[in-house]
């Protein structure tokens, strides 16, 4: 399954999109290592850059320590930065980046003048109720940090951690009204960004409310298809 893309194939930039508690990271981990993609994520770039103190990283923390939002035009920099390097010389997965049509314009006509675009968009649709079910059942131990889910990883005893008993707490962002409230201002933005790309016709909508495994073994051959038509 790692040579699906093959040797020769043209370099494959891949967008994952998808609401908080769609399953795109888990996604992403699993293609990245299934297709040998790089998993580039806006977040993890900037901490990575802030922590080498790179040029970028440097320019980025003024504005995050400001608790400003970091500039488009310098987030295109550090993704352009990351599929310029040896790793991407296949192509790599996108997350988290572009989050509305102005910022995808961007990247589009970025990308363009190096000759390249995104080749395929996959969309792990999954209806607004569910999503708040996945993420606001999640419950944590803040003794040991271990993890449960009401309904996919309950502990042994109800509100309690199985390792050392400890009544366990939800993290405010993940409280039924934060997590309603997030998806309401991150929904609208982000199915522009879907529609935008649905114009070009590489849209694949996938069903996340499926098994992990049925989502994976679907994009793997929407991808599979996108490889072999280059």
Known sequence: MNDRLGADAPRLIILLVG????????????????????????????????????????EARGFM??????????????????????????????????????????????????????RRVIYIDVPTEDLIRRVAGRWIC?????????TTDPPMVDGHCNRDGSVLTQRDDDRPEVVRARLERQVPPMLEVVDHYQRAAIVDRLDGTRPIEEVTAEILSRIGETAASA
């Open 19 to 58: 609401a908080v508690g769609a399953g795109k990271g888990t996604q992403a981990a699993i293609l990245s290592r299934e297709l040998r993609l790089p998993h580039l994520a806006s977040g993890n770039l900037f901490r990575a850059a802030m922590a080498a103190h790179t040029e970028l990283g440097d």
């Open 65 to 118: 320590e400001r608790g400003e939002l970091v500039p488009d035009e310098m987030t295109i920099r550090m993704f352009m930065e990351e599929l310029g390097a040896s790793r991407a010389a296949r192509g790599a997965i996108l997350d988290g980046f572009p989050r509305t049509v102005g910022q995808a314009r961007a990247l589009d006509e970025t990308l363009a003048r190096q000759g390249e675009r995104i």
């Open 142 to 150: 803040l003794q040991c940090g271990t993890p449960y889910h009401e």
